[in-house]
């Protein structure tokens, strides 16, 4: 199970990176289209973002699968307990 994680990690991943850097090419191509290079950028911010979210999401089951957000969890629980007066 650990090893198809893995594989798909490095698909999910590889995939938004070589379509930064074919990206990045192209826009080296349409140096003097204004429009285009604003595409391309629309685009790749596009991809960091799915990148950052991805990242983001593992870093989140690894932080359920150790334990460390179940404190965070009772907080929220305490929290949510003293804002609705209960």
Known sequence: MKTRFLATMSHDIRTPLNGIIGMVNMGNQYADDPQMR??????????????????????????LQSGDLKDSVEYYGQCHKIQSGG
Do not use: F, T
């Open 38 to 63: 604003q595409k391309i950028r629309e685009k790749v911010m596009e991809s960091l973002k799915y990148l950052v979210s991805l990242v983001n999401d593992v870093l989140g089951m690894n932080k």
